[in-house]
């Protein structure tokens, strides 16, 4: 019998990713969750022109992401790492980050309009390198797929467990920090205690940064010694090169989009359609629970089933579970239907698409004799990004022409019909026709069988 092969990474460098995985969620799921409310309900933001600034900040990423990747692509550190250690660089700036995005000024209209985008620049910026790490150290701390699984199950559980302070413990730290006293629905007297709930994100941030630094290795070094610098066209013409690279971004966005829905409207359905905020805590806590058991199961399923059809299962799911929501979202055994389906399938399709990301890296290499990894993990996170704003623009619009309006909840009153109809849809229907897609893009998606391309190709060259 073959002796099974020793992992390289152990329980407690497993820990470390997990770690870091939960704080970062932590942070998303807090930002996702409460900063359209912030925007619209705090500050009273126009929704139109909060979703134009949504809009700016994604052009922003647009031209930023590339050039700061491409510059971090050729960066060295002393210690011959080349993402690691951007944990350490990345901590404090990014919880600062944070903070800044529910920092309330004071000052008119406008003025909140500009210094929220001063400020959203300064966050992404910051969150353009905490993905090089959070996306990169996967495929650098083991060559072994099974290593990799394992630290993307271990990464997803995280990202579980932060997914569930962020989107169902938060009103209790908002409550613990002074909001929510005498009123169900997040309103703008709940300034303060959102500004201190965004500091205690920031501080959780730059312990996760900390932890994964300290408990974490890098391996996998490039093959070869070529170091030369490599300047953005050729980095593209690498990266597109790979097809498997090319179809993956796209479906990361469209779980980016599915996991942005989930996470923005389920505040606004419980407190817009249910008129109850605090109704958000059961249902993201059977997402909660369905996402931590198959973040243990994934692996498993996918050494069983093969890539293609475990990430097609993932799909189907989320496709199955969304239709009785959508034939009657007022009943709440349907929303807890639709969130166990969500968890289910969105934490198989994280995990999923974070291995074939760390297999992009090794194709990349074999197809071109250097390693990206910090420009794959930064392209990765762009398209998240992208995700994320495709969300806030289409949820913001969608609720201003269906006559959304932040005073009503000031004054206890019900939101119209439109509106409650157009939330439903943003919960429902549109994220499955975006599962729709998903399963699309993932059977088109092989990158074992591109990686045996590309090393066959080498060899005969």
């Not at 699984?149 to 932060?162: D, M, V």
């Not at 997040?186 to 300034?191: F, L, P, W």
């Not at 408990?215 to 030369?228: A, D, G, H, I, Y």
Request: charged share 15%.
């Amino acid at each position: 019998m073959e002796k099974k092969k020793k992992s390289l990474v152990g329980l407690g460098e497993k820990l470390g990713f997990m770690s870091f995985s939960a704080s970062t969620n932590i942070v998303f799921n807090f930002k996702s969750t409460y900063y359209k409310f912030f925007l619209t309900s705090i500050l009273l933001i126009d929704p139109i022109a909060a979703s134009n600034m949504a809009v700016i900040g994604t052009i922003w990423d647009v031209v930023n992401d590339p050039l700061l990747a491409v510059w971090a692509n050729n960066v060295r550190f002393r210690s011959g790492e080349r993402v690691r250690p951007w944990l350490l660089w990345i901590a404090v700036p990014y919880g600062l980050g944070m903070v800044s995005l529910f920092t309330d000024f004071h000052v008119s209209e406008r003025w909140d309009i500009i210094l929220g985008l001063v400020m959203f620049f300064f966050y992404e910026i910051a969150n353009t390198f905490r993905g090089i790490p959070y996306n990169g150290m996967g495929a650098l701390a083991s060559p072994d797929d099974s290593d990799r699984k394992a630290i993307n199950a271990f990464r997803s559980l995280g990202g579980c467990l932060g997914s569930g302070i962020g989107a169902v413990a938060v009103p209790f730290i908002v409550k613990m920090f002074g909001g929510l006293k005498d009123h169900k629905v997040i309103n703008s007297s709940d300034s303060p205690a959102i500004f201190r709930s965004a500091l205690f994100m920031g501080a959780l941030i730059i312990a996760g940064c900390l932890i994964h630094y300290f408990t974490t290795k890098e391996r996998v070094k490039q093959v070869s010694e070529n170091e030369e610098k490599i300047g953005i066209v050729d980095t593209y013409r690498m990266l597109f090169k790979c097809k498997s690279w090319v179809r993956n971004m796209f479906y990361i966005m469209s779980y980016g989009v599915s996991t942005c829905l989930l996470t923005s409207s389920i505040t606004y359905y419980c407190a817009y359609v249910l008129n109850n905020s605090a109704l958000a805590t059961p249902v993201m806590a059977v997402y909660l629970v369905f996402s931590i058991l198959f973040s243990i199961l994934t692996p498993r399923i996918d050494t069983l089933l093969g890539r293609k059809k475990t990430m097609a299962v993932a799909a189907v799911v989320q496709i199955v579970g969304k239709i009785p929501f959508i034939l009657n979202p007022y009943n709440m055994v349907n929303g807890f239907i639709n969130a166990a389906a969500a968890g289910i399938g969105l934490t198989m399709t994280f995990i999923l698409f974070n291995t074939n990301r760390n297999a992009i890296s090794d194709i990349v290499e074999v197809q071109n004799g250097r390693r990206l990894d910090t420009m794959v993990s930064t392209g990765d996170n762009l398209a998240s990004k992208i995700a994320e704003a495709v969300v806030d623009k289409l949820f913001l619009v969608a609720l201003a022409a269906a006559g959304f309006s932040a005073q009503l909840a000031d004054e206890g009153k019900l939101q119209s019909v439109a509106t409650q109809n157009t939330i439903n849809a943003l919960l429902g229907w549109i994220p499955a026709l975006v599962a729709v897609l998903m399963l699309i893009l993932c059977l088109t998606i092989d990158t074992k069988k591109e990686y045996e391309e590309a090393v066959a190709e080498r060899s005969a060259k």
